[in-house]
């Protein structure tokens, strides 16, 4: 039985929700698989989980927006996050706001991540009235760049990001961005 009022919307499949402070050991764990960062400098700590949970969740409180807190409709199992998020690191297109997800790699190749990313893009543009969305990822990250493609977003050119510039495998980038309406 879904309790879908403890969602802000959904997808045919997916739930979207704030973070409660009981994501934090998901998401740590999610954090801690290999294969899922694969394409991050490091894995995050515990305490880096904890502060981006809480960061996430002071976000949504002012901004009406965070990288969501995702469940599987079916189950309510908690399976990553999908969802918007301020950049402000330094580059031509930032401050920015971009589109991510991390989901735990038993659930890949399913199609949350389109179905999820799609939904949220359809939020942030009807809902939220955001105009701009960005998406970014190391050039190596094909899968991402595939998802980024997939939800009709438009690659725009590659960069050098300015916070991996000491890691030759991650520091070319690539950036897309939603096409006007």
């Not at 949350?112 to 799609?118: D, M």
Request: a negative charge; glycine letters at 4%.
């Amino acid at each position: 039985m879904n309790d879908t009022k403890k969602y802000i919307f959904t997808s045919d499949r997916l739930g979207f929700r704030n973070w409660n402070l009981t994501d934090i050991d998901k998401m740590h764990e999610i954090n801690s698989d290999e294969k899922v960062m694969d394409f991050f400098p490091s894995i995050p700590t515990k305490e880096q989980t904890t502060e981006f949970v809480e960061r996430m969740k002071n976000q949504f409180e002012d901004k009406g927006f965070c990288y969501f807190a995702v469940d599987k409709l079916e189950d309510n199992e908690f399976i990553g996050f999908i969802g918007f998020s301020e950049q402000t690191y330094k580059a031509d297109f930032t401050p920015c706001v971009d589109i991510g997800w991390r989901i735990k790699s038993s659930e890949w190749n399913k199609g949350f991540a389109s179905e999820g990313a799609k939904k949220c893009l359809d939020y942030a543009l009807n809902e939220l009235k955001l105009e701009n969305i960005y998406s970014i990822a190391p050039k190596i990250n094909t899968k991402s760049e595939h998802i980024m493609t997939k939800i009709g977003m438009k690659k725009q050119y590659e960069f050098e990001h300015s916070l991996l510039t000491n890691n030759d495998r991650l520091k070319t980038c690539v950036l897309y961005k939603t096409e006007p309406k």
